[in-house]
């Protein structure tokens, strides 16, 4: 069988999802960028702080992440079947599911926001910060998750650019305010911490408002209204559970376990949170065309399968873990290259830079093997609804292999902050190696619409 499939509509599609769902990742990252340049001004403490408090709506994203996720399982196969009715309730599902949870999360944030700080760090100031900025960015929690879920089930069918307007106003709303709010520039308050929340919550409202208009108005595919909220279907229910839990629990699992290394993280210092905060932003800007080409393989793949030409599925799925190797590579170059440019933005001790530096050049080789596995286990392989396999590696690599390790070497022998830093991102490697064999053994190809 050809590793690389030579027809032009795979590549045509694979760059029109792609490309639109890289550049949404880069608007989203320079939010974060912005973020972090702007409340880092301020002091370490307090990015930190903003750093940790955030680890909350990361919980709420990997949940939405999950819900949608087993949504898009069945909305790509049955796009490629046509079948528009079941695609609006499985939609309506999802919204339902995603705004409970965005609630409690919401709740969480505005009732005990120094409780929630407590379980990553005992530093007094850093809680007291971070309770400041959860009290204020809280209430955006449930605009962020429609929006959110929404954005990503339109990828299912294709449409990928209004995304790309969404983030694009997220990030001029969020960067100018923060410049306001932060700083007390142009006439506004200098609010600080709360500012910064404040200035992202307001990006939430904005894209929310954008998402449900284009939904509710000038959405043509699928063309969801308010009513297709209302029927229920018990088999639908059925299925929908039985392909999203699995998903859910994957992304779950791999939530938690990322909350866990910032625990271990947050514990070994405030040096090593700020510098993983740093490595965080670059890492999200260095993979944002591995995330495009994951969602795009997800839909792809999932589409053939629906159209039910398995042998073609089989093609495209050796082309895509081929070029998620390629895009390993050129990450990692970016990596090294950028690192020294990006610490250097920052106001940081000399102890901070050298930690960041460090973690920096390892996360280098960890995004190579993340390309592979991100694209192999989150694209092909759940497009192929083999998501419990997927929950296996995860709870087996991160939480039986690079948890542990990170907790024993980091908060009981007191390894420095890179050997650790690597082990808490090994599971990276070991989901690459394991994803590859199943992929090409092609024993996660089924169509799960047809059950």
Same mark, same amino acid.
């Not at 497009?383 to 087996?396: N, P, R, T, Y």
């Not at 890179?418 to 991102?425: C, E, H, M, Q, R």
């Given at each position: 069988?050809?590793?690389?499939?030579?027809?032009?509509?795979?590549?045509?599609?694979?760059?029109?999802?792609?490309?639109?769902?890289?550049?949404?990742?880069?608007?989203?990252?320079?939010?974060?960028?912005?973020?972090?340049?702007?409340?880092?001004?301020?002091?370490?403490?307090?990015?930190?702080?903003?750093?940790?408090?955030?680890?909350?709506?990361?919980?709420?994203?990997?949940?939405?992440?999950?819900?949608?996720?087993?949504?898009?399982?069945?909305?790509?196969?049955?796009?490629?079947?046509?079948?528009?009715?079941?695609?609006?309730?499985?939609?309506?599902?999802?919204?339902?599911?995603?705004?409970?949870?965005?609630?409690?999360?919401?709740?969480?944030?505005?009732?005990?926001?120094?409780?929630?700080?407590?379980?990553?760090?005992?530093?007094?100031?850093?809680?007291?910060?971070?309770?400041?900025?959860?009290?204020?960015?809280?209430?955006?929690?449930?605009?962020?998750?429609?929006?959110?879920?929404?954005?990503?089930?339109?990828?299912?069918?294709?449409?990928?650019?209004?995304?790309?307007?969404?983030?694009?106003?997220?990030?001029?709303? %969020?960067?100018?305010?923060?410049?306001?709010?932060?700083?007390?520039?142009?006439?506004?308050?200098?609010?600080?911490?709360?500012?910064?929340?404040?200035?992202?919550?307001?990006?939430?409202?904005?894209?929310?408002?954008?998402?449900?208009?284009?939904?509710?108005?000038?959405?043509?595919?699928?063309?969801?209204?308010?009513?297709?909220?209302?029927?229920? %279907?018990?088999?639908?229910?059925?299925?929908?559970?039985?392909?999203?839990?699995?998903?859910?629990?994957?992304?779950?699992?791999?939530?938690?376990?990322?909350?866990?290394?910032?625990?271990?993280?947050?514990?070994?210092?405030?040096?090593?949170?700020?510098?993983?905060?740093?490595?965080?932003?670059?890492?999200?800007?260095?993979?944002?065309?591995?995330?495009?080409?994951?969602?795009?393989?997800?839909?792809?793949?999932?589409?053939?399968?629906?159209?039910?030409?398995?042998?073609?599925?089989?093609?495209?799925?050796?082309?895509?873990?081929?070029?998620?190797?390629?895009?390993?590579?050129?990450?990692?170059?970016?990596?090294?290259?950028?690192?020294?440019?990006?610490?250097?933005?920052?106001?940081?001790?000399?102890?901070?830079?050298?930690?960041?530096?460090?973690?920096?050049?390892?996360?280098?080789?960890?995004?190579?093997?993340?390309?592979?596995?991100?694209?192999?286990?989150?694209?092909?392989?759940?497009?192929?609804?083999?998501?419990?396999?997927?929950?296996?590696?995860?709870?087996?690599?991160?939480?039986?292999?690079?948890?542990?390790?990170?907790?024993?070497?980091?908060?009981?022998?007191?390894?420095?902050?890179?050997?650790?830093?690597?082990?808490?991102?090994?599971?990276?490697?070991?989901?690459?190696?394991?994803?590859?064999?199943?992929?090409?053994?092609?024993?996660?190809?089924?169509?799960?619409?047809?059950?």
């Amino acid at each position: 069988m050809k590793l690389f499939v030579r027809e032009k509509a795979f590549y045509k599609m694979l760059l029109t999802i792609a490309v639109p769902i890289a550049l949404q990742n880069l608007i989203t990252v320079s939010v974060s960028l912005m973020d972090t340049l702007m409340i880092g001004q301020l002091g370490e403490t307090q990015l930190s702080a903003t750093s940790i408090a955030n680890q909350l709506w990361f919980m709420l994203m990997i949940v939405c992440f999950g819900v949608a996720g087993g949504a898009n399982v069945l909305i790509a196969q049955y796009w490629g079947k046509g079948d528009v009715e079941v695609i609006k309730r499985v939609q309506a599902m999802t919204y339902k599911i995603s705004l409970a949870a965005a609630l409690f999360f919401g709740s969480v944030a505005l009732l005990f926001p120094r409780q929630f700080m407590g379980i990553f760090t005992t530093e007094q100031a850093v809680i007291e910060y971070g309770a400041q900025y959860l009290r204020v960015i809280g209430w955006s929690y449930p605009l962020y998750a429609m929006a959110n879920v929404a954005i990503m089930m339109l990828r299912s069918v294709g449409t990928v650019n209004i995304s790309v307007v969404v983030y694009l106003t997220s990030l001029v709303v %969020n960067t100018s305010l923060n410049y306001c709010l932060i700083f007390g520039k142009c006439g506004f308050p200098r609010l600080e911490m709360r500012g910064g929340a404040a200035a992202t919550a307001c990006a939430r409202l904005a894209e929310f408002a954008i998402t449900a208009y284009y939904i509710l108005r000038r959405e043509g595919k699928i063309r969801f209204r308010l009513s297709d909220l209302l029927p229920n %279907n018990r088999a639908l229910y059925r299925k929908y559970i039985e392909i999203s839990i699995p998903v859910i629990g994957n992304e779950l699992m791999w939530g938690l376990g990322i909350s866990m290394v910032a625990v271990v993280i947050g514990r070994m210092g405030t040096n090593f949170v700020a510098a993983n905060s740093i490595y965080s932003v670059l890492n999200q800007f260095v993979s944002v065309m591995i995330f495009g080409v994951g969602n795009a393989a997800l839909t792809i793949i999932g589409n053939t399968i629906g159209s039910g030409d398995y042998e073609l599925a089989k093609q495209r799925s050796l082309t895509l873990l081929m070029l998620s190797l390629g895009l390993g590579l050129f990450s990692a170059g970016v990596t090294l290259l950028l690192s020294p440019v990006v610490v250097s933005l920052y106001n940081l001790s000399a102890e901070t830079v050298g930690i960041a530096l460090a973690i920096n050049r390892l996360g280098a080789l960890i995004v190579f093997f993340q390309s592979i596995a991100l694209i192999g286990m989150v694209g092909v392989l759940r497009a192929g609804g083999d998501a419990k396999f997927v929950l296996l590696c995860e709870v087996i690599f991160l939480w039986l292999v690079a948890v542990p390790a990170g907790f024993y070497t980091g908060l009981v022998l007191g390894w420095p902050a890179a050997p650790v830093f690597l082990l808490l991102k090994c599971d990276e490697i070991l989901k690459s190696m394991v994803s590859v064999v199943r992929i090409v053994r092609f024993r996660w190809l089924r169509d799960v619409t047809g059950r």
